[in-house]
């Protein structure tokens, strides 16, 4: 028992326990946000939308420039936060009519390789249009101090995060399951083809598809830029994370991306203590062992690609 | 498989040849009047917050020495290429410079890794580089060699001066968060090592290494507030610094413990951090705004402006090390009375000074290893509501770093390792 | 008529180094090797149909078991050089028996997992490997080492590997291969075993790889970890993909006309080169369903491509 004591000697202190729990919590909601849209696109489209990243990153930058804009008032932050993610979701429609809707009936890989190749088009792009130097956007004044919980300090921003995360859960939930464009959703994620045959503007719904996922990423990355710095190198981090996500979860499963947002989350806080001589290979050794045991993900389909 | 039609190929083969054979017709043939430096740095992606600025440095001191008359009559020139922040990149880049453009020498790097690529390189082929903006110690010392030399301070001056700071307060237990990797490794351990010379009381009482780039550092902030550390110091930098000083703010971690740091006053980090800055950091910087800077230096000022007419914006430390290095670099070769590479060696190897708008820089000529001052400061919230380094206390990279002797020993070891 | 340009081509190469200077001989070195990593990752791809995001393991474990043998154990290049393709294949056949029971996505992020956990083995095993300070100083023996001479040498050593891969493509192994591409559950049904077959080509693929990250190290004359790093991965992929998944020379021609484009564009504007290679890649996809070889066949396909 010794030995455990001292190799972790936070393990007898529950509420350092506790707040890494949350933390981790805090982490995974984030995580949700990004990842649910990729899973989504998929889910509908096929489509593994690489690009998913730098629309979180467009959409960090956007709410640097938005509140930068507005005049500073305690309204100006949420208002920026409401626009940013549909400048992005914007950003997204024009990239999949423009784009991706030419390359439909084509092997998936090759609509991977095109957003792979936006990538590099969008980094590139930001650092033309905002140029190089690292941005941050400060939190509301409400939100900036930290609430104690457990006995520890625990930052109100992250309250925000975790109350706003499952909510857009619940939307989503709520609109698959209870609106009729839900439902075409759902039918389209079955077999897409049987849709269009029964009448269904099939190519309009993609587009759908693909501007809410963008903007899903938009509000993640527009949520997210408070807390990190805005820069140059927040897609690839956040396409890791997210991707890893996504498949950990199992593709297109809407349920899977939010277990495994979560399991995600805070397995990184605690992974940070127990192993910390490993934090930067933590999140693939998770998604090895996930996939070894469960080849389709937690949650996902199996099926012939 | 189809097998493929053989002219198009062939055209297209051919066309290769061609486009291979045209395109350095010209540079090749301009050998002669100037004097060319190739320099190969990172100018794409995320890295040109520190190299545009650095580039900007450069060419106004080149600008300067061909307004003045050139380098022996002749005018000193930079041909660029982009390492992508890849050694493989800088060793393509080098050997082009060399074979194909026939630059005189090279120069340039930002990241360690490749700072020790083309060093392999020039060592290997006897071409002279001058490394600018790389900071890591092995390039003169562990890895040092007659082809190579440093142009700027490297890791163990200004942590030695972070640490002399450290040492004049009361703090004995220590933590630190530092990246994972070679830099942060080598920040620490200069740190720690050097302050424990001045202040054997010191001791370790935590170790945080996140990974380079994390995003998240809630749990080592958790961490740091449970260390019972009477002060720490990170060497977590750019983005990733701005990420954690945010992140740290609501837990009052920076009240609460003593926050040292190797790069946050810098205006790559200051700058966006604006209200949530750090203040009460004690941490170098390049503070040019500073009133006792100005005082010290009174060519300063000047300088600023100029730089900031000519770049649209106010310098940054690596500015400074760009305009400072063109500067070495030419002094070397006037010193030399020649571009050949053996002589510019010799003079290198008898050392010397120069004058700066910031105070003397020394090129040591025991290792090729250029000694800027050092400045520490604090951070606190100018009158404007900006954020900005104040009450900075200068020393000299000489009265603080390792000796001659010292570095003698380490290459007799390293020598005696192969 | 294929076969009368390939010689043409020969011959081309073989008289190089007395057109070229030095530097355009050391670039088509580095189009050789990358063509060749290229040509092996497309081996999986192209005729597996197995996408794999985690291939610059191997060629990293070919560069790194090379560079230890010649740092560590004292050997010269000559006898260091066959371990790459070597230590390459059986990290491949590891990992391999764990990333073919997967199918498309999750075949290819198992890969990048195991892909990143060679970067970190890599990049932490400081005393080892050198960590990110890397192994320096790899430099081939005196009578290979101007650039002419190493030229020659890697183009032979390519040349022999190509040959032998395509062999493979063209044997029975490569048409069962293929089968398991087209359909794997009527190849299953004729009698193929469907696994075998994957790994296997999972482990060629994974030497040839490996061979590839060997002749880099001495062509380079040093070894980082970011040899291993995700990013190193999408070079193949992209390069195969500008070149034409469905042909074998394909990544051979991407590699070629992205080497020739990268040093073009990033010489002159380098903060661009990015924006030009994915506005390239971009194009390709849409305009150039069989890649750079598709343009050279003549046609631009622009409506239902049959493969890719």
């Not at chain 1, 932050?77 to 549909?86: H, Q, S, T």
């Not at chain 1, 956007?137 to 457990?150: D, I, W, Y």
């Not at chain 2, 992606?45 to 380098?71: H, S």
């Not at chain 2, 082809?147 to 001066?161: C, E, G, L, P």
Request: net charge neutral.
């Amino acid at each position: 028992m010794d030995f455990i004591t001292t190799l972790f000697p936070w393990i007898t202190n529950g509420s350092l326990i506790m707040i890494q729990v949350m933390s981790g919590l805090s982490v995974g909601m984030f995580l949700f946000l990004v990842s649910v849209g990729m899973s989504l696109i998929f889910g509908v489209t096929r489509v593994v939308n690489l690009a998913h990243g730098s629309f979180y990153m467009v959409g960090a930058y956007m709410m640097v420039s938005l509140v930068e804009f507005l005049p500073e008032r305690w309204w100006g932050f949420w208002l920026a936060l409401l626009l940013a993610p549909i400048g992005v979701a914007l950003l997204g429609g024009v990239v999949e009519v423009a784009l991706l809707r030419r390359i439909y009936h084509r092997d998936p890989l090759m609509q991977l390789i095109l957003t792979f190749g936006l990538i590099l088009v969008v980094s590139t792009l930001v650092l033309l249009v905002w140029g190089p130097d690292n941005k941050s956007v400060e939190r509301p004044e409400a939100l900036a101090g930290s609430v104690t919980l457990f006995g520890q300090f625990f930052p109100s921003y992250y309250l925000l995060v975790l109350v706003l995360a499952p909510l857009v859960a619940v939307g989503m939930w709520m609109v698959f399951y209870r609106t009729r464009w839900g439902m075409l959703i759902r039918a389209a994620t079955v077999d897409r083809e049987m849709l269009g045959a029964l009448g269904v503007n099939v190519a309009a719904l993609y587009t759908q598809v693909f501007v809410f996922g963008s903007w899903l990423a938009g509000l993640g990355g527009a949520l997210a830029a408070p807390t990190v710095a805005v820069a140059l190198g927040m897609d690839s981090d956040v396409l890791v994370n997210a991707f890893v996500v996504v498949v950990v979860g199992g593709l297109g499963s809407f349920a899977g991306s939010f277990i495994s947002a979560v399991l995600v989350g805070v397995l990184q806080s605690f992974g940070i203590l127990i192993f910390p001589a490993i934090s930067i290979v933590l999140l693939f050794a998770v998604m090895a062992v996930v996939l070894i045991v469960r080849p389709w993900g937690l949650l996902g389909r199996p099926e012939e690609h | 498989m189809r097998s493929i039609r053989a002219t198009p190929i062939l055209g297209m083969s051919l066309l290769g040849i061609l486009l291979f054979l045209a395109a350095p017709a010209a540079p090749a043939a301009a050998q002669g009047k100037p004097i060319r430096i190739g320099e190969i740095n990172s100018y794409s992606g995320l890295a040109t917050v520190y190299t545009f600025p650095y580039r900007e440095g450069l060419l106004m001191a080149a600008k300067e020495i061909n307004d003045a008359g050139g380098v022996l009559g002749r005018p000193i020139e930079f041909v660029f290429r982009d390492d992508k922040l890849k050694p493989d990149e800088a060793v393509k880049a080098a050997r082009e410079l060399v074979s194909q453009e026939k630059v005189d020498f090279l120069a340039g790097c930002i990241s360690s890794g490749v700072g020790l690529a083309i060093s392999a390189y020039a060592k290997d082929t006897k071409t002279l580089y001058f490394a600018t903006h790389c900071q890591t110690s092995r390039l003169t010392w562990d890895d040092g060699h007659p082809y190579i030399a440093h142009t700027t301070n490297n890791v163990n001056q200004y942590v030695r001066a972070i640490a002399k700071k450290a040492s004049t307060f009361p703090y004995k237990k220590w933590a630190h968060i530092s990246p994972d990797y070679e830099y942060g490794h080598n920040v620490w351990d200069e740190f720690i090592g050097y302050l424990k010379e001045l202040k054997p009381d010191v001791e370790v009482s935590q170790q945080n290494w996140p990974k380079l780039g994390e995003t998240d550092h809630s749990a080592y902030i958790t961490a740091l507030l449970q260390s019972g550390a009477d002060a720490f110091i990170s060497s977590v930098w750019g983005a990733q610094e701005i990420a954690f000083v945010k992140q740290a703010r609501p837990f009052g971690l920076l009240q609460k413990i003593p926050f040292f740091s190797a790069s946050v006053g810098n205006p790559d980090e200051l700058e966006p951090l604006a209200k949530e800055a750090p203040v009460g950091a004690i941490t170098p910087g390049f503070a040019w705004y500073d009133e006792g800077m100005q005082k010290r230096h009174p060519a300063l000022k000047e300088w600023v402006n100029k730089f900031q007419t000519q770049a649209k914006k106010p310098p940054t430390l690596g500015a400074s090390w760009g305009y400072a290095s063109a500067y070495i670099i030419a002094e070397a070769i006037k010193r030399a009375k020649s571009t050949d590479t053996d002589k510019v060696i010799a003079a290198l190897d008898e050392g010397f000074d120069m004058q700066f708008p910031w105070g003397k820089v020394v090129m040591r000529g025991c290792d090729h290893q250029a000694i800027p001052p050092q400045w520490v400061g604090k951070v606190k919230m100018s009158a404007e509501g900006k954020a900005v380094l104040a009450d900075v206390e200068e020393h000299h990279g000489e009265e603080l770093i390792r000796s001659c002797a010292e570095i003698a020993k380490i290459h007799a070891t390293v020598a005696e390792k192969k | 008529m294929a076969r009368v340009a390939l010689l043409a081509i020969g011959a081309a190469l073989a008289a190089a180094p007395l057109a070229l200077p030095p530097f355009f001989l050391q670039l088509l070195t580095e189009i050789a090797i990358a063509g060749l990593f290229a040509t092996a990752f497309n081996l999986l791809m192209g005729y597996g149909g197995m996408v794999s995001f985690g291939h610059a393991a191997y060629f990293a474990l070919g560069a790194y078991a090379s560079a230890l043998l010649v740092k560590k154990a004292g050997l010269p290049m000559l006898l260091a050089l066959p371990a790459a393709p070597v230590l390459a294949a059986l990290g491949a056949l590891v990992f391999g028996v764990f990333i073919v029971r997967l199918t498309a996505t999750y075949f290819a992020m198992l890969s990048l997992a195991f892909g990143q956990i060679v970067f970190t083995v890599i990049f932490k095993w400081k005393s080892l490997t050198g960590g990110d300070d890397g192994i320096l100083g790899l430099w081939p023996p005196e009578w290979l080492k101007s650039p002419a001479a190493y030229y020659y040498f890697t183009v032979t050593v390519v040349a022999l590997a190509l040959l032998a891969l395509r062999a493979i493509v063209d044997s029975p192994f490569g048409s069962a291969l293929k089968a398991v591409r087209e359909n794997p559950r009527r190849a299953r049904y004729i009698g193929i075993d469907v696994r075998r077959h994957q790994l296997m080509a999972f482990v060629i693929s994974g030497f040839f790889s490996g061979l590839a990250g060997g002749l880099f190290a001495f062509y380079n004359g040093s070894v980082f970890p970011d040899f291993a790093f995700f990013t190193k991965s999408f070079e193949p992929l992209v390069v195969t993909l500008l070149g034409g998944v469905g042909s074998f020379f394909g990544p051979l021609v991407g590699a070629f006309g992205f080497k020739l484009l990268e040093w073009l564009i990033s010489r002159e504007w380098p903060v661009y080169w990015p924006l030009v290679l994915g506005s390239v890649v971009i194009a390709v996809v849409i305009l150039l369903p069989r890649g750079f070889v598709g343009l050279a066949g003549g046609r631009l396909w622009t409506r239902a491509a049959r493969q890719g």
